[in-house]
């Protein structure tokens, strides 16, 4: 029995939407995190098997990288301008989540670097937010 999962999640300040398929592209789960560090974290530790995980760049993506990536066994912040098939029919959160999972599962994604570990990582923070800085 092949254990791959493929993830796709559409990240937002407040909340995460998840999509999970298994090998096949059956959806097996969908959920909404906060965008949290120890909610996110229990999550991904209830997932069993191999763990590829995708979301597009953006503004918590180096943070939600560093956070992910000693978790999984393949990671891809990919850039949404490259991803055609999510710009074609209808929009939402849960289909944008399941696109970008199938999409990484049919190895469809252009990749962005994201070799350097974040600042935000060294600080700590429990939400993306907590590191920003004011002016």
Known sequence: MNSEKYIGLDVHQATIVVAVTDSTGKLIMESMLE???????????????????????????????????????????????????????????????????????????????HGERGWMLRNKPAHPAEGKKCS
């Open 35 to 113: 965008t949290e560090a120890a909610t996110i974290l229990q999550f991904f530790a209830g997932l069993r098997g191999t763990l590829a995980v995708t979301f597009e760049e953006g503004t918590w993506s180096a943070w939600l990288y560093d956070l992910l990536n000693p978790h999984v066994e393949k990671l891809v912040v990919c850039n949404p301008r490259k991803n055609a098939l999510l710009k074609d029919g209808n929009k939402s959160d849960r289909i944008d989540a399941r696109e970008l999972a199938e999409l990484l599962r049919g190895n469809h994604l252009k990749s962005v670097y």
